[in-house]
């Protein structure tokens, strides 16, 4: 049997081990930090400022336009209310002339509100005044639009 | 069904009961509490018209007629006023003026009376309601 061998440190013993710290290179100190800090914010808050102010002055200038020409757009919607009115109050007599007992404006013959004088304007419900066009207009531009 | 000269009477069925349900027009337009507690006087002031432009002066003046005749008497006084009131409400006849023009205009079509290109007029804007 050979002779046993222990694994032993070398003769004169093991190099010293260098454990000193190496700390990260920094480039900044704290209050440099801070200051750069400083200064990028500023610099963005003055971009974001001027900025603000002029889509501020964007939004004043087209609620100016559009307050300016809203009175003449309700106009406008009462004007094409008011013809659509007569067009279809027009419609309706070629319409029913056919039809015995029909009055035009009434319900065959009963006026629609008793207690009413027969010229007061009564406003008419929405299904009236698509009344007389295709049934995919009202389905499409009012239906739909009001349920979504 | 198909011929102008049938029963006025039947058509005036059809299109007011057919158009919005067949009851909902003699319905009272108010129900009162079976017993009045102040909690109940409460909120009377939720379920009147008197909010909405529409329908306020009618219920305005059927209310006060009721208020002057009482409401069994006034059930027969004042039916004017309260069917104007319901008239405004549910818009029975003038859903039921919708329903019987159409159904002229489709009739008018069928029987060939009116040709395919005019069958509807031209359609309203849609912004002029």
Known sequence: ?????????????????????IPAKSYFSGYQL??????VTAFAGYMYFRT??????????????QMAIQPMLIAERDREFLKQMRKNRVEEEKLMSGVEGWEVGKFYSEPIYKTLPDNKFVDPIVQEFFAHGPSSAFSRKILLPLMS | MFSVKADAAWYRWLHLWSGSGTRIAEMATHFAPVFRTPLTDMQGGLLTHQRARKCADFEMRAMECLEAYG?????TRCVDYLDDLR???????????????????????????????????????????
């Open chain 1, 1 to 21: 049997m050979a002779a046993r061998t222990q694994d032993l440190p070398p003769k004169g013993g093991y190099a010293p081990i260098n454990f000193t710290r």
């Open chain 1, 52 to 65: 603000y102010r002029q889509i501020r002055n964007e939004e004043i200038e087209m609620r100016s336009g």
């Open chain 2, 87 to 129: 008239e405004c409400a549910f818009q029975t006849k003038q859903l039921a003026r919708v329903s019987a023009m159409r159904h002229e205009r489709h009739r008018q079509w069928l029987m060939g009376e009116r040709s395919s290109k005019d069958r509807y007029a031209p359609a309203p804007q849609a912004d002029g309601f």
């Open chain 1, 34 to 39: 801070f200051a750069g800090y400083a200064v």
């Open chain 2, 71 to 75: 409401v069994q008497k006034g059930r």
